[in-house]
């Protein structure tokens, strides 16, 4: 296993005490993720319940400790494995799960497919030290909303799940670099057809240049619902089941 960055170890974790109550640094943390996430205005709920699967106690209890004491947070449970995440995750469903890839017995990444059988409405946000291309590519063709190193600040961290739900798809920015570059080395098969209408091309196009659910709706003039509509379509025509496997799509195949 690959040593805990020290972002998240018991008692260093941005002047957050863990284990013990809030200090001021925590709400700045709280100001500062509510002042970068103002722009993202597509409905929410009020508390954004999360779930952690992540092997070591020190950034578990870290990243614990800082979603318990961010306003509008709720922590719903920490599993140091994949296998009792998925034996206990039934108990109280998260609205979006963070998920780290080194894990004992099954890893993140196999993980993630089998909770995206069995509950599909889920968010699976990957939080991990690997930034290889493989990792990331694997991750985010599973049904990873997003991909975030461990290393990201706590104020991001907060940030990226309220994005994550707002219809983003959080990524470190060496991650991203990562991404486009990946994908303008693969050689894709030929255009695949979809029968995709030249209104969903357009709204695919829109995702794929990372835009989410409310900036696409405000881009093409009509309402979120209408984007939602569209988007069920865009996903059965596709066979998928996230933005960030229809974006995949769309690229290896050259649909847009």
């Known amino acids: 296993m690959c040593p805990a960055p020290h972002l998240f170890r018991r008692g260093d974790f941005q002047g957050f005490d863990i284990g013990c109550q809030p200090m001021a640094e925590t709400r700045e943390i709280c100001m500062a993720s509510e002042t970068r996430t103002a722009a993202l205005s597509q409905s929410v709920p009020a508390v954004i319940k999360v779930a952690i699967i992540e092997d070591q106690r020190d950034i578990r209890e870290g990243l614990a400790s800082l979603i318990k004491f961010t306003e509008g947070y709720q922590c719903t449970g920490c599993f140091r494995s994949m296998e009792e995440a998925l034996e206990k995750i039934r108990f109280e469903l998260p609205n979006i799960m963070l998920v780290d890839i080194g894990l004992p017995g099954m890893n993140g990444?196999?993980?993630?497919?089998?909770?995206?059988?069995?509950?599909?409405?889920?968010?699976?946000?990957?939080?991990?030290?690997?930034?290889?291309?493989?990792?990331?590519?694997?991750?985010?063709?599973?049904?990873?909303?997003?991909?975030?190193?461990?290393?990201?600040?706590?104020?991001?961290?907060?940030?990226?799940?309220?994005?994550?739900?707002?219809?983003?798809?959080?990524?470190?920015?060496?991650?991203?670099?990562?991404?486009?570059?990946?994908?303008?080395?693969?050689?894709?098969?030929?255009?695949?057809?979809?029968?995709?209408?030249?209104?969903?091309?357009?709204?695919?196009?829109l995702l794929v240049e990372g835009h989410n659910y409310q900036t696409a709706a405000t881009a093409q003039g009509v309402k979120v619902t209408t984007v939602a509509f569209h988007m069920r379509n865009i996903y059965e025509k596709l066979q998928v089941h996230s933005k960030s496997e229809a974006v995949s799509k769309a690229l290896r195949n050259r649909l847009v």
């Open 109 to 205: 990444i196999e993980g993630i497919r089998l909770l995206k059988e069995s509950y599909p409405q889920i968010l699976l946000l990957m939080l991990t030290v690997y930034d290889d291309d493989e990792m990331i590519f694997d991750a985010l063709c599973a049904g990873a909303c997003g991909y975030l190193l461990k290393k990201t600040p706590p104020a991001r961290l907060i940030e990226s799940l309220k994005e994550a739900m707002s219809g983003g798809a959080p990524m470190s920015p060496e991650v991203a670099r990562r991404v486009i570059k990946l994908f303008r080395e693969i050689r894709p098969p030929e255009r695949a057809d979809y029968k995709l209408t030249p209104h969903e091309l357009r709204l695919l196009k």
